[in-house]
Each structure stands twice: as C-alpha cells, then as structure tokens.
C-alpha cells in the first residue's frame, strides 16, 4: 500500500531550498516552459473575443424563461496542443456544468440531502438511449423551472461548443510539415516520402506528449519500436482496452474459415492444414459480424459516415492460443458481409508466433517481414477500428455507464435510503448520474458518433442493440469466462498466463463478493426482503428499465450476487476498459476510430496494399478527426485519484465506525478491516499476474486496488 510521507517544513533558513533549485524547474525562456492547462480567465477571454460563447439574454420578468443563443463564432485556426487543452478545458466545465444542475434540481447533490419523493425527482427518460433519468427538462410548464436552470447553465448549446473550439486549420512547423508530406498521398501519389515512420516520430515528439495523469504515465503503444507486430496487436485483446470479448471460436466459424483456406487454394493451403490439425479448444474469435445487423442494414450495404468520409468494417478474427499462452492471430475477415464468400479473408503467411527462444537475428528477420506485410497490417487496422468501436460504445458506454444507471435509478425508485441494499450501493454511484448525462448530451453525439463509420440514426440503434443484448447474470464473472472458453479451474495455468485481466477479475469477483455477503449478513431476511423493496427493484429494472435478465430474487445468494454485479460494473469493469484508452488508442494508427478510403472489394485488392493505401485509411489529411481521436482517450483516461479508489472506500467505512461499540458497528469495522487487507493481498496477487507474463509484454496494472475507481467517475 501506499503510504503518506509528511514532509518536514524548514526549521531555519538555511534548510530552505537554495536558489538554483528555485530556479531549476522555472525555464528562463519562456518558450521552453510547457504548458499543461490554459489559465481559466485568459481561455475564457480568448473564446469571448472569438464570439465562441453562448449569448445569454435574462428577461426582468420572472415569467420570462431566459434566452441563451448559440455560439456565433468558430475558431479558424489553432495549434495542436492548445486545441487539446482547449477541449479538455471545455469538457471539464461541461461536467462541471451538469453537477451544478443536478445539484440545483435535487439529483445527487454535492451536499447530501435526504430526499422523501425520490421516486418523483428519479423518472424515466423516453428518448433514443436506453432507459435512464429523465435529465433534460422539456420546455413545457411541468418543467419550467428545470428547463430555466438548464439553459441558464449553458447546457441547452453545450455540444455546440466542443465543436466550435475544434479549429478548421492548425498551426506549427511541425503540424505544416507532416500534413503537407500526407497531401500527396492522399491526392494517389506513392512517392511523397510519407511514410507511418513519420507519425512514430511525430507521435514521440516530447512537445506533442500528453502529461503523465493517466495510469501508463503519459506513454502510448506507439513508443514500442514493435507496436505493429502480431505480437501486441494479439495481445491486446487479453490486456487492451477491451479484454471482455474474445472467445472460443465456435465450430460453425471454425468451418467457415476452414472452407475459406480450402477456397483459396494452393495460396492458404498452410493456413488449411493448420486448422484441420488444431485442437478447436485453442482457436478463439473476435467477432464483429453482427454490426450490419445491430444498425438493421442489409449484409452487403457498405457501413459509413453520412459525408461517406468514413468507413466502417465489421471484421471477424481467428487466433490460436499456444499452450504456453502465446496468442497469436491466424486469419482476418475485413469485413464480414453475410457469408465468407462474399467478404474478403485473408490468411497469416506466419501461422506461428515468434519464437522467444530463437536467435536474434531470427527474430529480427519475421520482425521485419510482419513489418512489410502491408495487406496484412491493413487488415489488422480494420480489426482494431472494429473494435474501437464496440469497445467504445459497447463495453464501455452501455455495458458499464448505461447499465449502471439503470440500476441507480432503479434502486432509487425502489428503496429508502436506510435500506441495507442502497447504503451498500450507493458509494458506488457517486458522480455517475451528472457524468452520464454530460456524456449522452455532448460527448457521445458530439464527438464519438463524429468519428465512427455510421451514419444517421445507426449509432442510436448500435446502442439499443447492445443493450438489448446485455445479459446481467451471465455477465457475473464466475459465468462469463468460462462461456467464453477460460475454465476458472485452469487460470493459473501456463495456457492462460497472458490473460491477467480474467486471472485479476475473478479474484476481485471473489473479494467483492465476501464483502457483499458479510455487509449483507448483518441483516435478517426479514430486513432485506420485508415491505417487498427488492422485488420491486428487480420488477422496477426488468420492467421500466429493460434489462430483463436481472435476476428475480428470491434467495440471499442471489441478492449478494446482484449486488456484487453492480459494485462489479461500476468499479473493477469500468476501470479495466476505461483507464487504458490512452496508452492504446491515443497513437491514431494503432486503433483508429474508421477508415477514410473504401474498403478493398476483393482478396486480390488487398493483396496489394501497399504503405500509401494504408496511409489514406487513416485520418492524416483530417487533423481535426485525428486529434479528435486522440483526445477522446487522453480525456477519459485520468488517473483515479487516491480519494476516489476503492482502498480508500474501505479505510473510509472502517474509520466511520472505529471507535463505536454497536454490535453492528463492531462486526462492520471487522468487515471493512478485513476487505482492506483482502484488497491489500490483491496488490500482491495482480502484480504477480502482471509479473508472470511473456517477456516484453506491457504490464497490466490498472485493476491495482489503488488505482481502481471506486464508481463510474469519468
């Protein structure tokens, strides 16, 4: 654990610092000093002078609900890192924005009120999200009053605003010159010199670095000399931002690709005989056939963007998992179109991984190959922009930050405050109502639907399909991955060594739910279950707010297991696929959000990718997608402050009843001294997990119980 040093104060002068050490952190330059935030008042001049502000008119009349007009202004031009503080800045008092509105309307408020018409204050919504609370005032006389304060915050034209501070053009030498050298590529010129080493270099650019705020301490997977490699791109889908997906190839899409390999001939005759030989328990699939389906699309209707800027794929990925935990990546569908003759599937020429063992030189040479396999690189950025985007609005928006909210409102609905369910639950949910909203309002239709390769109403329908299809209890841990092909019996094993996020998930499962269970075992079933409040829950969040796979309770194991699922989704889960989005998706190449040229029609086609094709695939004549892209998973990957980890939930609970004699106090200090050394004993065992690793893997530390948030914070 980590401790607090109480540094000692000067007792003379001749203890204070000298004054070169005053003077070592102060450039005397100011043009080698970084700046790591705008200064509040000058950022906020500097968008009044450009009339990027909301013109706010307040009638004398009560009556008279205020007028606040959209910003008429659009900044023209910019530099690159003062467009990413700028949006930073911005979210920021966006978020700030809608706590102060939750706080004037009675929702979750700063200060702790007791609120006897909770089920009045927590309605339904009614709009293209699934269910959550009715935040948004209509402009009706019900909702007069919250309709005023909202629009006198400023929220009414909030999304407005990120995109008027995003400039149209960007300034700096360096910016002028990459984007220059990618011009001609984009215009179908192959010999500007503009190669993805230039955006390695550019990407490693101190000036261009983002502080060191998030877990990876400001590092991304473009610093790897070997980011592109078979290697890391396998090994994301165990330790990336989303390691929930992946499974057990079923015997259906094992003969698909297998008919797939004989259909191609002499060319994937290896691929044909490696999967005749494997064992089928060791071949596993990313899978992201559905897409076409979730936006209710034709199989073979091309998924893009409303300006057909952008281009999105459905790909389908096979992998062969090694006894010795080596993952490694044997075929790619691009994007899959109802059937494998109709898509294009392309076959690994290197159906092995590398030999850590073999010789340098040996090593360095498949290096190189992968490196220069330019069809193979492209197809693999399709399967990293497929699964930006179910990870972005699946694993993360819906199955963590939408189903959470189902459960807080639902539970609000339904029980009193002094009911042993909601005090349980309710530290859990701190912050998460206002951060929702914000993210609903302006982030998600403002930037994320901004960036993806749909169009019109087909992000809405990608969400509702998502959520349609969460399934709550085969969601619990203990269920979920051994359905996906990680028998728990079998996780310590040398098979599954590279697959920390199941090893540390079921351990934390585990001490939740002992947690859970002794908090809950304070109480008769007659506490729990009398007045009917935790069936009216379960009715209340299968019924009002659709997730009818929550569990009908009837029992006291499966109230504990429900509780520890939703201390499960807004704690441990949405820390494991929030807080690494920096480190792998923040360097565009490795995962970008689309496409921006057409997908290739045809094997052939692909075959001849070259560097430049996979160049005009990426956003590099668009600065403002591109930075866009990279500032979503700056902007969502903070560091969990210490004040907010879970560690500190538990010290929190045990000095709140330390030094009281009631019976339930005492065994409550017991409960939460000893939840704190079973989260202490977890720092050990998830270091551990890291630790034991292939050689040169990126460690996995952000389920540390220090770094773990104790609700959905961000």
Request: charged share 20%; hydrophobic share 40%.
């Amino acid at each position: 654990m980590a401790s607090i040093t109480v540094q000692p104060q000067p007792l003379t002068k001749d203890d204070a610092p000298t004054l070169d050490q005053l003077l070592s952190e102060v450039p005397k330059d100011i043009a080698d000093t970084q700046l790591y935030g705008w200064d509040s008042g000058v950022f906020a001049q500097e968008l009044v002078n450009k009339h990027v502000v909301q013109v706010v008119s307040h009638s004398v009349d009560p009556d008279t609900p205020t007028e606040v007009g959209e910003p008429e202004g659009q900044i023209e031009e910019g530099t690159w890192g003062g467009t990413q503080l700028a949006l930073t800045d911005m979210y920021n008092r966006i978020e700030r924005s809608y706590i102060s509105y939750f706080d004037a309307t009675g929702v979750e408020t700063t200060i702790p009120q007791v609120i006897k018409d909770r089920a009045q204050k927590y309605v339904w919504s009614d709009d293209q999200y699934p269910p959550h609370l009715k935040s948004i005032p209509k402009n009706d006389p019900y909702d007069a009053s919250k309709f005023e304060i909202f629009n006198a915050l400023g929220l009414l034209n909030a999304s407005v605003m990120l995109v008027k501070i995003t400039p149209k053009n960007f300034l700096g030498t360096a910016s002028q010159k990459i984007w220059s050298a990618f011009e001609g590529v984009l215009n179908g010129r192959n010999d500007t010199g503009a190669s993805i080493k230039d955006l390695e270099t550019n990407n490693q650019n101190v000036w261009r670095r983002k502080t060191a705020t998030d877990i990876m301490q400001g590092a991304n997977i473009g610093d790897l000399p070997d980011w592109w490699s078979d290697a890391r791109y396998a090994q994301q889908q165990f330790t990336g931002t989303n390691p929930t997906t992946i499974c057990q190839a079923s015997s259906s899409w094992i003969k698909q690709f297998q008919e797939a390999a004989a259909a191609q001939g002499a060319d994937s005759s290896q691929a044909k005989d490696f999967l005749a030989s494997a064992d089928s328990t060791s071949l596993y699939i990313q899978d992201y056939s559905y897409f076409r389906e979730a936006v209710q699309v034709s199989a073979e209707t091309p998924l893009t963007s409303g300006d057909g800027i952008r281009f999105g794929c459905a790909a389908v990925i096979l992998f062969h998992l090694g006894g010795n935990g080596q993952l490694h990546p044997i075929a790619i569908v691009v994007d899959y179109k109802g059937s494998m003759d109709k898509s294009v599937v392309i076959f690994n020429k290197r159906l092995t991984p590398i030999d850590a063992e073999a010789p340098e030189a040996e090593r360095a040479k498949i290096l190189e190959q992968e490196k220069n396999d330019w069809p193979w690189r492209y197809a693999k950025t399709c399967a990293q922009s497929s699964d930006w985007v179910r990870h972005e609005v699946t694993v993360h928006l819906v199955n963590t930050h939408i189903v959470e909210e189902v459960i807080i409102v639902a539970a609000n609905r339904c029980f009193g405050i002094d009911h042993p369910v909601f005090k349980l639950l309710e530290p859990h949910w701190y912050r998460t109502l206002p951060l929702n909203a914000a993210a609903r309002d302006v982030l998600v239709p403002s930037i994320i639907f901004d960036l993806i390769g749909l169009k019109d109403q087909q992000p809405y329908k990608f969400i509702q399909h998502a959520f349609n299809n969460f399934h709550f209890t085969d969601s619990y841990i203990p269920a979920d991955l051994p359905k996906r092909g990680f028998p728990i019996a079998e996780l310590d094993t040398d098979k599954f060594k590279n697959y920390p996020y199941a090893k540390n998930m079921n351990l934390m499962w585990s001490t939740i739910r002992k947690f859970v269970k002794s908090m809950l075992d304070l109480h008769s079933d007659d506490v729990l279950f009398g007045n009917g409040r935790i069936a009216a829950w379960c009715s209340e969040v299968q019924n009002a707010g659709k997730i009818p796979t929550f569990p009908t309770i009837k029992t006291r194991d499966q109230l504990i297991d429900a509780v520890t699922m939703c201390i499960h989704i807004a704690s441990p889960q949405h820390t494991a696929v929030n807080y690494l989005q920096n480190f792998y998706q923040v360097f565009v190449p490795a995962k970008p959000p689309a496409l921006y040229s057409p997908l290739p029609a045809s094997l052939a086609t692909l075959k001849k990718t070259t560097e430049p094709d996979l160049l005009r695939a990426l956003p590099v004549g668009r600065q403002r997608d591109w930075l866009l892209a990279a500032q979503i998973p700056w902007l969502l990957s903070f560091k969990t402050a210490d004040e907010s980890s879970l560690t500190r939930y538990a010290k929190s609970l045990w000095n709140l009843v330390r030094k009281k004699s009631g019976a339930n106090d005492v065994k409550t200090k017991a409960i939460a001294e000893a939840f704190y050394g079973d989260l202490r004993t977890l720092i050990v065992q998830f270091k551990g997990n890291s630790d034991r690793m292939s050689k040169g893997t990126v460690p996995y530390v952000v389920m540390d119980p220090e770094a773990t948030a104790v609700s959905i914070l961000i």
